[in-house]
C-alpha cells in the first residue's frame, strides 16, 4: 500500500534562509507528484507538478525534485520570505488509471522576519 | 478561468439538521474530487466522480453522507442528519486529464455542527 510521509511537522527558520521540505513514498511506482501550499483557513493552492518521467520543476524561488528509486521528493525554497509561512503538503497520483491523490500529512513552516 | 467555486463558505447548523454544500469545478474538467479536512485526521478523499459518475466512495463516512453530480458543473455533497463530529473543512477539487491530472482546490466549506 502506497504510503506518502512528510518530515518534520513543523519547520521555524529566519528569513532569506535556503530550505528543504521532504517528501517521501514507499512505492516507486507513480504517475506524478504534486506540491501544495495551505495559508491557514484557506484552500489548497498548486505549486508544482512534477511528472514520474521527469527529475525537477521549477517556479520562481521554489524547485521541486523527485527521486523515484529512493521513493523521495524535495520542495526547495530559496531565500525565504515570511510570505513562504504556510503549510506545505505534498500529493502523488499513483499510476493507476484513476485521478486519486495520496497526501502527505503536511509540513507547517514558519519564517521569522 | 474563476477557479472551483464553492457555497457557501461557512455553514453553522444544528445536530440532526441536514446540510447540503455545492461546488462548481473548472470548466472542462472531468473529475471532481470531495475531500473532509480534520486537524484529527488531515485530508481525507471522500468520493470522487468522473464524467459525472461517481467512481470511488470509499471514504464516506457512513450512510448519512451522499453525493451527487447531475451535470458537469456542479456537484453537491450532502450530510442527513449532521453530527458535531462532522464539523470539518470540506474542500472540492477538479482535474482534467489533458493536463497530467494536476488537481485544483475549492476555497472549502467550513461545517460547524452544534
Known amino acids: 500500500k502506497q504510503e506518502v510521509t512528510q518530515i518534520p511537522a513543523a519547520l521555524s527558520v529566519p528569513e532569506g534562509e535556503n530550505l528543504v521540505l521532504n517528501c517521501s513514498f514507499t512505492d516507486s511506482a507513480i504517475y506524478n507528484l504534486q506540491w501544495f501550499r495551505q495559508d491557514p483557513g484557506k484552500g489548497l493552492t498548486s505549486l508544482l507538478l512534477i511528472q514520474s518521467s521527469q527529475r525537477e520543476q521549477t517556479s520562481g524561488r521554489l524547485n521541486a525534485s523527485l527521486d523515484k528509486s529512493s521513493g523521495r521528493s524535495t520542495l526547495y525554497i530559496a531565500a525565504s520570505q515570511p510570505g513562504d509561512s504556510a503549510t506545505y503538503l505534498c500529493?502523488?497520483?499513483?499510476?493507476?488509471?484513476?485521478?486519486?491523490?495520496?497526501f502527505g500529512q503536511g509540513t507547517t513552516l514558519q519564517v521569522k522576519p | 478561468d474563476a477557479g472551483v467555486i464553492q457555497s457557501p463558505r461557512h455553514e453553522v447548523t444544528e445536530m440532526g439538521q441536514e446540510v447540503t454544500l455545492r461546488c462548481k469545478p473548472i470548466?472542462?474538467?472531468?473529475?471532481l474530487f470531495w475531500y473532509r479536512q480534520t486537524m484529527m485526521r488531515g485530508l481525507e478523499l471522500l468520493i470522487y466522480?468522473?464524467?459525472?459518475?461517481?467512481?470511488?466512495d470509499s471514504g464516506m463516512p457512513e450512510d448519512r453522507f451522499s453525493a451527487k453530480m447531475p451535470n458537469a458543473s456542479f456537484s453537491t455533497l450532502k450530510i442527513q442528519p449532521s453530527e458535531p463530529r462532522d464539523s470539518a473543512v470540506y474542500f472540492c477539487?477538479?482535474?482534467?486529464?489533458?493536463?497530467?491530472?494536476?488537481?485544483?482546490f475549492g476555497p472549502g466549506t467550513r461545517l460547524t455542527v452544534l
Open positions: 470548466s472542462g474538467h472531468d473529475y
Open positions: 477539487a477538479s482535474s482534467g486529464t489533458s493536463g497530467y491530472n494536476e488537481q485544483f
Open positions: 500529493a502523488l497520483k499513483p499510476p493507476s488509471n484513476t485521478g486519486k491523490l495520496i
Open positions: 466522480f468522473n464524467n459525472n459518475v461517481p467512481i470511488d
